[in-house]
């Protein structure tokens, strides 16, 4: 290839083809041949021009002036597509153009679609490995009752699936493996603010400190004697 053709075709620029259409075009309902009509569209108005005639859309493609003419009236129809009205500075005249705004929308709609589903699917995969779990500790199936009650954690309190893991295993540490236990201590750290594992920790660690700190000075020093005892349990329906 000469140098002069090399330099010329890297004054012509870059063109981007945005990824967002590409991937999300089937699910906004759109076929390859309106997706390429509109990545070509995006590309005269990205050169500044931004109302091509179909006679100029189609000197670049396979497509007649009257196919060209047809597919903007297709996508204009199916809402991806729109010609608004430019006023002119002096205000002697008014412009058209072209607007992939309706686009974007729709893909921006698309995308807020696809992360609630894979929200609800997180969700439910995280229910069942709740379901399964609570059944391990218990070492028995949940009662219709207890499936309900953690329903409610999940669906109705929107408490996150850590926390009632955590508030499980803090039943678990106090000896007191039940429901009413666990709801106790999901409600006071909701009650609280407390939003990550990591808080309920420290929240956890600060009351049984205090627990710990209440203690007599005899039994301080007898703590101090076994340095393997650890802080008490914080008992959570004890407040």
Request: aromatic fraction near 10%; hydrophobic fraction near 35%.
């Amino acid at each position: 290839m000469k140098k002069e053709h090399m330099i010329h075709i890297l004054n012509e620029g870059h063109f981007s083809v945005p990824r967002l259409l590409l991937t999300y075009y089937a699910r906004i309902g759109l076929h390859e041949e309106d997706t390429f009509f509109l990545i070509k569209l995006h590309s005269f108005i990205e050169k500044g021009n931004s109302f091509p005639t179909p006679e100029e859309l189609a000197s670049t493609m396979t497509y007649s002036p009257q196919a060209c003419l047809d597919k903007i009236q297709q996508l204009m129809q199916k809402g991806v597509l729109t010609i608004e009205e430019h006023r002119n500075e002096d205000k002697n005249y008014y412009s058209e153009a072209y607007s992939l705004l309706p686009l974007w929308d729709r893909i921006f709609v698309a995308i807020e679609q696809e992360e609630a589903e894979k929200s609800a699917a997180k969700n439910v995969e995280n229910e069942e490995s709740l379901y399964t779990l609570f059944e391990r500790e218990f070492a028995r199936p949940l009662s219709p009752i207890e499936c309900e009650t953690l329903a409610m954690w999940i669906d109705g309190d929107k408490h996150d699936a850590e926390l009632i893991k955590a508030a499980l295993k803090e039943s678990v540490l106090a000896s007191k493996l039940n429901f009413r236990y666990i709801d106790r201590i999901l409600f006071e750290w909701k009650r609280n603010g407390i939003k990550t594992v990591d808080q309920a920790r420290s929240y956890g660690e600060k009351f049984r400190r205090h627990q710990y700190d209440k203690k007599t000075p005899a039994s301080k020093s007898d703590s101090k004697n076994d340095p393997g005892q650890s802080a008490p349990i914080y008992n959570w329906l004890g407040r």
